[in-house]
C-alpha cells in the first residue's frame, strides 16, 4: 500500500464519522486525484466547495487567477491542546496549473488547507491563507515612510528565506518580483511569504532560450538578450526587490511602462 492509499484509508475512517468534514472532503479529493480516479476527485472537491462562499476575485499569476472566500466549516486549529476549527474565517482560492508543484512548493509558508474544484470550469483551485496585507509592492507604496528598517530587513529575512528553499528544491522562480510576495499580519509581527510559482522550471528540464516573461524591472540582462531563466536570475529579481525596499520605487519605471512582457 502506497502513502496515498494509506492517507485514503484514513480519510475515510475520519468520513465514515464526520461525513460533512469539508477539510477531509478536500483531502480526500486530492487523494483520489493522485491516485487518477478523477471522477472520485471531483465529487469530493465539488461537495466540499458549498462550505466556501462570498467568492471575489483578487488577482491573477502565472498560476491562474486567485479569489478570497469566506469558509463556513473554518479551518482547523489546536485550542487547548485540543482540535478545533476557526469558524467562518476568510482564505484565498488560487486555480492551478500543476497540481503536484503546488502543493510542494506553492505559497511555502503559507498554511495549505486542501484542494477544492471550481463547479463552473472544472479546474482545481488550492484552499490556502489569506494574507491580510495584500502584496509588498503595494504595501511599500502605502506604507513606506513608515516602516523601519528593523522591519525592512525582517521582510528581506523572510524572503531570502523562501527564495532559498526554492532553490535548494532544484527550481528557478522565473517570475520573482514584489507583486508575488505577499504580508501577513500576526499578533506580535508581519511575515513576508514568496508565492506564486506558476511560471517556476525545475532546473533540470530544458529551458527555452530566447522566451522572455515575467514584470519587466525584475527580468535580468541576460534574459532579455536570449539567456535562459537561471537561479542567478532570481537574484538579480532579488536586488531591485532590495532597492525597492531602500528608495520606495520600482527601479526602471519609465521603460517597464511601455513593455507588457506577460
Known sequence: MNRYEESLADLNKLLEIEPNNADALRNRGATYYMLTRYEESRKDLVKS???????QKIGKGGFGTIYSAIWLDGKPIIRDNLRAREQSC?????SLNNLEISLKLNGLGLEIYGITQNIENKT???????ADNGNKYDFLISNFK??????KLRYLIDVLNDLTRIHESGYVHCDFHSGNILLNQYKIMMKSFVTDLGLSKNLKESASKGEVYGVMPYVAPEILLG?????ASDIYGLGIIMTELSTGKRSF?????TLDLH
Open 49 to 55: 466547495l458549498e462550505m466556501l462562499v462570498n467568492r
Open 90 to 94: 476568510k482564505v484565498a482560492l488560487k
Open 124 to 130: 482545481y483551485l488550492m484552499v490556502f491563507q489569506y
Open 146 to 151: 513608515r516602516i523601519d528598517w528593523e522591519n
Open 227 to 231: 539567456g535562459e531563466y537561471t537561479q
Open 253 to 257: 519605471m519609465v521603460l517597464s511602462s
